[in-house]
């Protein structure tokens, strides 16, 4: 059973950076896309960033400035970095597990997150 | 970027059918994912690829994608499909490929 688990401080400054951690289990870091998204409270979902750990990644362009992922494998650990926080950084993240869907009679293919974490609550106050 | 559009909130008696859309540009011919987020708990997949779904999603819980909006339907409702629902598409010529929709509150009257 696949399981994600989020971890990091619950308070951040504004204009410090926040840290958080991803702990993958039952499955390998290395044999998927890794994605964060969050959700501030009452409010939708927005998309961070995916990873994979061939060091490709890609970001949401309104975020790109101040994001940073990473993976590391011996820890079987997914990472985010957002500097310089701000009140509107306040929600809940999580991370998820990518799948990859192919339509093998057209070639078109997109991705799901099938597996997501519980989730870690971040509040920006000083 | 790509939008996508969902009704607000939808309310629905227990043992009735509720169904949620999902509206975006030429919608019909990109992949349309829902997931299911009961509160204080994390979205969870349940259709994939328009129609298909996880194992261990029931067959109550159904989607399709014939053109113009893609829909959820859960038939025969029950108190614990109150939850709110998000569909999501991959834009993969954008570079924000994960698109989310604006979310359905489903209540069960």
């Known amino acids: 059973q696949v399981q994600l688990q989020e971890s990091g401080p619950g308070l951040v400054k504004p204009s410090e950076t926040l840290s958080l951690t991803c702990t993958v289990s039952?499955?390998?870091?290395?044999?998927?896309?890794w994605s964060w998204i969050r959700q501030p409270a009452g409010k939708g979902l927005e998309w961070i960033g995916r990873?994979?750990?061939?060091?490709?990644?890609k970001y949401n362009s309104s975020l790109k400035s101040r994001v940073a992922l990473s993976v590391d494998m011996s820890k079987n650990q997914l990472s985010l970095k957002m500097t310089s926080v701000t009140a509107a950084d306040t929600a809940i993240y999580f991370c998820?597990?990518?799948?990859?869907?192919?339509?093998?009679?057209?070639?078109?293919?997109?991705?799901?997150?099938?597996?997501w974490g519980q989730g870690t609550t971040v509040t920006v106050s000083s | 970027s790509y939008v996508l559009t969902q009704p607000p909130s939808v309310s629905v008696a227990p043992g009735q059918t509720a169904t949620i859309t999902c509206g975006g540009d030429?919608?019909?011919?990109?992949?349309v994912h829902w997931y299911q987020q009961r509160p204080g708990q994390a979205p969870v997949l349940v259709v994939y690829d328009d129609s298909d779904r996880p194992s261990g999603v029931p067959e109550r819980i159904s989607g399709s994608n014939p053109g113009t909006t893609a829909t959820l339907t859960i038939s025969r409702v029950e108190v614990g499909d109150e939850a709110d629902y998000f569909c999501?598409?991959?834009?993969?010529?954008?570079?924000?490929?994960?698109?989310f929709g604006t979310g359905t509150k489903v209540t069960v009257l």
């Open positions: 039952g499955d390998s870091v290395t044999t998927h896309y």
């Open positions: 998820a597990r990518e799948s990859y869907n192919e339509d093998t009679l057209t070639g078109y293919y997109s991705y799901s997150m099938d597996v």
């Open positions: 999501q598409v991959w834009d993969a010529s954008s570079d924000h490929p994960y698109v």
């Open positions: 990873i994979h750990n061939s060091g490709t990644t």
């Open positions: 030429y919608i019909g011919y990109k992949s």
